[in-house]
């Protein structure tokens, strides 16, 4: 507005309107509280609305989990009606039944002391299982009989074989016991004899014609295990006895060679072995120069 007017000159016109100002701006200042009274209110009714959201869904999860616990148990109990009527079955199966009353006895008649003497020695269920309860025990001791006699049977029959081979060899009179018997057998002249004493080794030793080797000597069985080197080949004897005789046939020998251990102790045997005193070569040298000499002295 243009001071010039009157009313720019005019002192009430200033102050009137200086007081309109002061009293809009009071008026703006004394509105704060108001607005934040309404915010305070916006921000409670939104938290309200949130918790009674969260709350409505956690009575929703609520009675969904006691829906699924309720199914739970329903199932809990038809499986435990279900094992009681099994088990009902099975008592029903095991029980013996009980005989129906016969129509002929329906009449009511005075018992005497010979039935109740029955009754009395009528087997009970006790009884009975007493009875199969004996029963297996013997069963049981009778299967115990049966596997100790093919033990002793199994038993026999190798100690019978053993002793088969041994006489044999004692009729053929080809196995020697001791030194002595291996001399005895030397002074025939008929075979070549090499005896030997050998330890558990991993090395193979000679023996004639042969390379040896001892594995394991059991002498609570008497029984050994030996690998032998046979024209370039290994060959390897189980639990070879005492007293047997191992037969080694050898592409340049007439006859097999003959391996025989006399004693055996831990990881320790002792033996011969004998093959024949010519060779195949030396035979046949000797049957081709007799012609020849024949022929000379015509």
């Given at each position: ?96 039944p009980v005989p129906a009353p016969s129509r002929v006895q329906s009449r009511p008649r005075v018992r005497t002391t010979a039935d109740f003497r029955v009754v009395r020695n ?74 030997f004493a050998l330890d558990k080794s991993k090395q193979y030793s000679r023996v004639g014609p042969l390379s040896v080797e001892l594995r394991k000597a059991d002498a609570k069985h008497k029984r050994f295990d030996m690998m032998m080197l046979v024209d370039d080949n290994e060959l390897q004897k ?61």
């Amino acid at each position: 507005m243009d001071e010039t007017s009157p009313q720019g000159h005019d002192p009430n016109y200033r102050s009137s309107r200086h007081e309109f100002e002061r009293r809009g701006l009071t008026m703006r200042r004394s509105n704060w509280p108001v607005y934040l009274l309404t915010f305070g209110l916006v921000v409670a009714v939104a938290a309200g609305y949130m918790y009674a959201s969260g709350e409505r869904q956690q009575r929703r999860d609520l009675a969904a989990a006691n829906q699924n616990l309720a199914t739970s148990l329903a199932q809990v109990r038809n499986q435990l009606q279900s094992m009681s009527e099994r088990m009902s079955d099975l008592l029903a199966r095991t029980t013996p039944p009980v005989p129906a009353p016969s129509r002929v006895q329906s009449r009511p008649r005075v018992r005497t002391t010979a039935d109740f003497r029955v009754v009395r020695n009528a087997p009970s269920f006790g009884d009975i299982q007493s009875q199969l309860s004996e029963q297996q025990k013997q069963i049981a001791s009778a299967r115990e009989e049966i596997n100790k006699t093919k033990s002793d049977l199994s038993q026999t029959r190798d100690d019978l074989q053993s002793n088969i081979n041994t006489t044999k060899d004692e009729l053929n009179g080809s196995i020697a016991r001791t030194h002595d018997e291996v001399v005895v057998l030397q002074k025939r002249g008929e075979r070549n004899y090499y005896e030997f004493a050998l330890d558990k080794s991993k090395q193979y030793s000679r023996v004639g014609p042969l390379s040896v080797e001892l594995r394991k000597a059991d002498a609570k069985h008497k029984r050994f295990d030996m690998m032998m080197l046979v024209d370039d080949n290994e060959l390897q004897k189980k639990s070879v006895n005492l007293y047997e005789t191992v037969w080694i046939s050898l592409s340049d020998r007439p006859q097999p060679i003959e391996l025989v251990v006399n004693k055996i102790t831990k990881d320790h045997i002792e033996g011969y072995l004998s093959e024949p005193k010519y060779k195949k070569s030396e035979l046949q040298s000797s049957v081709s120069a007799k012609p020849a000499g024949a022929t000379l002295q015509q």
